[in-house]
């Protein structure tokens, strides 16, 4: 990923929730009202890689399947992201350190919140809260069934 391009980018977080669809359509609608490029950030663990005892993983694979899961994502919510630049990236490592990283140079993080139902529902998720708090630019959290504007454009 690219922090010092000086192009105007608009850091999105997916990870295949509903939450991260609509993080990733608001993402674009406030992209192209300031003309900046999305940049589609994906980030997977390789299970049990900073121990000795996990089972054998075959990174590689998990490293495919995660592109191609952002892949189908990207298509399933933006056919076409339309006049707005998009560039996606997958990113091994765990989801808060790769996003505050990526959010380096960017003027927004836009992350989904994935609620948990009931009480959970009303607190932010783990991913999210630390994101706000360590990102280098602001941060834009995206509730699920919060962005059913059909459309309209971001109030920022």
């Given at each position: 990923?690219?922090?010092?391009?000086?192009?105007?980018?608009?850091?999105?977080?997916?990870?295949?929730?509903?939450?991260?669809?609509?993080?990733?359509?608001?993402?674009?609608?406030?992209?192209?009202?300031?003309?900046?490029t999305?940049?589609?950030?994906?980030?997977?663990?390789?299970?049990?890689?900073?121990?000795?005892?996990?089972?054998?993983?075959?990174?590689?694979?998990?490293?495919?399947?995660a592109?191609k899961?952002l892949?189908?994502?990207?298509?399933?919510?933006?056919?076409?992201?339309?006049?707005?630049?998009?560039?996606?990236?997958?990113?091994?490592?765990?989801?808060?350190?790769?996003?505050t990283?990526?959010?380096?140079?960017?003027?927004?993080?836009?992350?989904?919140?994935?609620?948990?139902g009931?009480?959970?529902?009303?607190?932010?998720?783990?991913?999210?809260?630390?994101?706000?708090?360590?990102?280098?630019?602001?941060?834009?959290?995206?509730?699920?069934?919060?962005?059913?504007?059909?459309?309209?454009?971001?109030?920022?």
């Amino acid at each position: 990923m690219d922090t010092n391009s000086g192009v105007t980018r608009v850091v999105v977080g997916v990870d295949g929730s509903e939450a991260s669809y609509e993080a990733l359509r608001w993402a674009v609608r406030h992209a192209r009202l300031i003309r900046a490029t999305v940049e589609a950030v994906a980030a997977y663990e390789v299970p049990g890689a900073e121990g000795w005892s996990a089972p054998a993983v075959d990174a590689d694979l998990d490293e495919e399947q995660a592109r191609k899961d952002l892949a189908d994502e990207i298509h399933t919510v933006l056919a076409q992201a339309g006049d707005v630049p998009l560039t996606s990236h997958v990113v091994q490592g765990n989801p808060v350190e790769v996003l505050t990283a990526a959010s380096a140079g960017a003027e927004l993080l836009v992350v989904g919140s994935r609620g948990r139902g009931g009480f959970a529902r009303l607190l932010l998720g783990s991913v999210s809260l630390q994101c706000a708090q360590h990102a280098s630019c602001p941060v834009v959290i995206i509730r699920e069934g919060t962005s059913g504007d059909g459309g309209a454009a971001p109030q920022p």
